[in-house]
T-cell receptor
Framework: GAVVSQHPSRVICKSGTSVKIECRSLDFQATTMFWYRQFPKQSLMLMATSNEGSKATYEQGVEKDKFLINHASLTLSTLTVTSAHPEDSSFYIC?????????????FGPGTRLTVT | QQQVKQSPQSLIVQKGGISIINCAYENTAFDYFPWYQQFPGKGPALLIAIRPDVSEKKEGRFTISFNKSAKQFSLHIMDSQPGDSATYFCAAINAGKSTFGDGTTLTVKP
């Protein structure tokens, strides 16, 4: 149980284009999902908290107009990197919290490797 | 200001040995402390977690020791195996939001 999927696992796009990454909770409902960014050999940096049916909460320094988050259902959140640039190349990871549990445990997706050329 | 400090940055242990990774936090509002294991190119996987009202939790070869007064907690991996070679992250959670340590790269030599 508690499986989170991400799609795509890898994506290469040209500078200036937009890329959408999907995060799905497969066997539980998640009113709250989180989006992280991870650089090589570094820790996870929280970008934003995604709440179903409401606007995402972005961390300080994260451009909300560049990283668009939509959490339209209890099992799906999407992150769209708009007008991507090479410096946006990174490993993006989502996580989800099980709405049916009172614990704070987060279940992570397998990540999406974005390369902007 | 980093709220969760993790050490060591890297660790090499012989097969069968004990791996110990330490974390220290400053914010006393943290109320849940999970450990994650991450393999290259994969997302983190929850290993074990503890609440601050418990001093120790054991699950298989993995044990968390928690010292509330010192604001420290550690992960012990008993009988370490080459398959345990990965990066380990501690985290501390407050109001549902996680703060991660910088990670420890563990290498278990056969």
């Amino acid at each position: 149980g508690a499986v989170v999927s991400q799609h795509p696992s890898r994506v290469i796009c040209k500078s200036g284009t937009s890329v959408k990454i999907e995060c799905r909770s497969l066997d539980f409902q998640a009113t709250t999902m989180f989006w992280y960014r991870q650089f090589p050999k570094q820790s996870l940096m929280l970008m934003a908290t995604s709440n179903e049916g409401s606007k995402a909460t972005y961390e300080q320094g994260v451009e909300k107009d560049k990283f668009l988050i939509n959490h339209a259902s209890l099992t799906l959140s999407t992150l769209t990197v708009t007008s991507a640039h090479p410096e946006d190349s990174s490993f993006y990871i989502c996580s989800a919290r099980d709405s049916g549990r009172t614990s704070y445990e987060q279940y992570f997706g397998p990540g999406t490797r974005l390369t902007v050329t | 200001q980093q709220q969760v400090k993790q050490s060591p940055q890297s660790l090499i242990v012989q097969k069968g040995g004990i791996s110990i990774i330490n974390c220290a936090y400053e914010n006393t509002a943290f109320d849940y402390f999970p450990w994650y294991q991450q393999f290259p190119g994969k997302g983190p996987a929850l290993l074990i977690a503890i609440r601050p009202d418990v001093s120790e939790k054991k699950e298989g070869r993995f044990t968390i020791s928690f010292n509330k007064s010192a604001k420290q907690f550690s992960l012990h991996i008993m009988d370490s195996q080459p398959g345990d070679s990965a990066t380990y992250f501690c985290a501390a959670i407050n109001a549902g939001k996680s703060t991660f340590g910088d990670g420890t790269t563990l290498t278990v030599k056969p």
